[in-house]
C-alpha cells in the first residue's frame, strides 16, 4: 500500500513514518509512504497556499492551484490510489472504513489547514471526504496519521499474525476482554483466577464474556448494531437474569 501525504507541513510526519510498527512496515515494504509538500507548487515567489475567502469574513482559504497541482501530481505518481480529503465534513472514519481502505493499492491524503480549501478541490479531485470524529483541529495532518495507523495495522503481515487484528476490539463489533499480566498480586490486586488455569475453553469463554460485559456497561450502543451469536445472547441472558434477582 502506498500512502502519499499532501500538506504544507510535512516534517509533522518525519517522527510517524520513524516510529513503532509504521516503521517496520516501511522497513518491510509493506507500505511505502511519502509526505509532498503542497507549497512546492506554489507558482508565485512567496509560494503562497491560502487566501482570503470571497464573500469575506475571517479565516483563510487553501488556493486551488496549488492543490491541484499537488494532487494531480500525486495522482500521476500513483494512477491507482484513491484521493482522501481528511475534512469535518466527512464520513465518520471507523474500522469498516479502515478494512476498506486496506484494501487498496494507495491513498493520497489530502491535509487542509485554515479554514479549509477550495470547494471546487473537494467536488473535483477528491474520491472520499472523510473525518475522524466529531471536533476541530487545526489541520488536516493528525486526521491523516491516524488513518494512515489504523489501515496499516490491517495490512497482512503488518501485525505478528494476523489474528493480531482479528481479534481486536471493533473486529468482530464488541470490546476488547480485558487484558493481564506479570505480577500476579499488584498492589494487593489479584489476577481472575482462570486466566491462570491454563484452562483454553474456559479462558476463551471468560474472555467472550468480559467482551460482553465490557461492550454493555462502556459501549452499549456496540451491542444495537452487532448481530449476537447463540452464545453471545446465552451469556447476555445469564447475566440479565443474575442482575434481575438484585432488584
Ligand atoms: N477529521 N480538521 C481539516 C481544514 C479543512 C476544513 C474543511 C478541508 C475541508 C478534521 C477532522 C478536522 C479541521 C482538519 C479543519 N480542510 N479532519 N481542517 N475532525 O477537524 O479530519
Redesign the pocket.
Known amino acids: 500500500m502506498k500512502f502519499v501525504v499532501l500538506t504544507i507541513f510535512p516534517e509533522m510526519f518525519d517522527p510517524f513514518w520513524a516510529h513503532g510498527i509504521i516503521r517496520k512496515a516501511i522497513e518491510d515494504q509493506r507500505i511505502l509512504t511519502s509526505a509532498v509538500n503542497i507549497r512546492d507548487y506554489a507558482a508565485d515567489r512567496h509560494q503562497v497556499t491560502d487566501d482570503r475567502p470571497y464573500g469575506g469574513g475571517s479565516g483563510m482559504v487553501?488556493k486551488p492551484e496549488p492543490l491541484a497541482g499537488a494532487i494531480r501530481d500525486a495522482v500521476q505518481r500513483a494512477p491507482q490510489a484513491k484521493t482522501v480529503?481528511?475534512?469535518?465534513?466527512?464520513r465518520v472514519f471507523n474500522q469498516a472504513m479502515a478494512q476498506e481502505l486496506a484494501a487498496l493499492e494507495g491513498l493520497i491524503l489530502v491535509?487542509?489547514?485554515?479554514?479549509?480549501?477550495d470547494e471546487r478541490i473537494?467536488d473535483d479531485l477528491v474520491d472520499y471526504e472523510?473525518?475522524?470524529?466529531?471536533?476541530?483541529?487545526?489541520?488536516?495532518e493528525l486526521?491523516a496519521m491516524i488513518l494512515v495507523d489504523a489501515v496499516t495495522r490491517l495490512i497482512p503481515g503488518v501485525l505478528g499474525g494476523d489474528k493480531a487484528a482479528e481479534t481486536d476490539s471493533f473486529a468482530d463489533g464488541l470490546l476488547e476482554h480485558a487484558h493481564y499480566t506479570r505480577p500476579r498480586d499488584f498492589e494487593g490486586r489479584g489476577v481472575p483466577e482462570v486466566l491462570l488455569s491454563g484452562h483454553h475453553r474456559e479462558i476463551e469463554n471468560w474472555r467472550l464474556e468480559s467482551s460482553l460485559m465490557r461492550t454493555l456497561l462502556k459501549r452499549s450502543d456496540l451491542l444495537d448494531k452487532k448481530a449476537l451469536n447463540r452464545q453471545e445472547v446465552e451469556i447476555l441472558n445469564k447475566w440479565y437474569r443474575v442482575i434481575k434477582n438484585l432488584i
Not at 472523510?130 to 488536516?140: N, P
Open positions: 487553501m480529503l481528511l475534512s469535518p465534513q466527512g491535509c487542509g489547514r485554515y479554514e479549509g480549501v473537494a472523510i473525518s475522524i470524529g466529531d471536533f476541530v483541529l487545526t489541520g488536516g486526521a
